[in-house]
């Protein structure tokens, strides 16, 4: 079974909620055999989606399950805003999606700020942005972590620790929080030419149970599934045999 959770129709705010931009990634889900997608917004786009639209789009494609997530991005002391944010939505979610692109402002995964990555110790860098998800996911705002070890998007690697010893601590929160961690096939697109997160950090997951969804990260109708083969390959190779669906925010085990 295959699934994309993390789709932005909007992107980053370059096109239109409109029923014929939407109908072309159920179209691309269908001919990419998807038994579900998921539109996830970034959050400061919220207004401007259109739930009834997705509705309609669902009565047109009724063989493809239709989900309505959101991606928020969390930064420290935006937690009661989140929390009134999604209480004050007129929109049923099915799950939430936690990401964290910013350190201290520093939009870390934007190619026009990927320099500063050569005026700070890589060490410090990964120890400060697994410290934002590891508060992210003690938020216990969101169903979903979003490309967990994005911060390798460029390519850089922590020298003096093991990536695990930043992971390690997250994971026991994410276990502790009963999260669900997405497997990002974006990072395929990207420099760093990988998945999200590493098979090196999969391992752990799944000794620790943790389940996960699926996600493309598409911005674009064109990139919708792409890497999903890859990606629960990649799964299934660790050991993975079941992923995790949403209704309501509510999760239900199915087999890959």
Do not use: C
Not at 125 to 130: G, S, T
Not at 138 to 156: A, C, E, M, P, T
Not at 242 to 254: K, W
């Amino acid at each position: 079974m295959l699934l994309d959770y993390h789709i932005h129709a909007l992107a980053h705010g370059e096109y239109d909620y409109s029923e014929s931009w939407l109908r072309l990634f159920a179209e691309n889900a269908r001919r990419e055999r998807l038994a579900e997608i998921g539109f996830s917004e970034h959050d400061e786009y919220l207004p401007r989606i259109k739930p009834d639209k997705l509705k309609r789009l669902q009565e047109d494609f009724p063989e493809l399950k239709i989900r309505m997530g959101l991606e928020v991005d969390y930064h420290p002391g935006r937690e009661k805003e989140i929390q009134q944010m999604l209480v004050n939505s007129n929109i049923d979610y099915d799950y939430i999606i936690g990401s964290v692109h910013f350190i201290d402002g520093w939009g870390f995964d934007h190619p026009d700020f990927k320099a500063q990555f050569a005026t700070q110790d890589i060490d410090d860098i990964y120890a400060d942005y697994f410290s934002l998800v590891n508060q992210a996911v003690n938020s216990r705002l969101f169903d979903v972590v979003g490309h967990l070890d994005l911060i390798k998007i460029w390519g850089h690697r922590p020298v003096k620790k093991s990536i695990l010893a930043y992971v390690e601590p997250v994971l026991n929160s994410i276990k502790a929080a009963g999260m669900v961690v997405e497997i990002n096939s974006s990072g395929l697109r990207k420099a760093v030419g990988e998945i999200y997160p590493s098979r090196q950090i999969l391992e752990p997951m799944l000794a620790l149970n943790i389940p996960i969804t699926l996600g493309s990260d598409a911005h674009h109708p064109s990139q919708l599934g792409e890497g999903l083969e890859e990606a629960t390959g990649l799964a299934q190779g660790v050991g993975y045999r079941q992923l995790v669906t949403f209704s309501g925010r509510r999760r239900q085990l199915v087999k890959i």
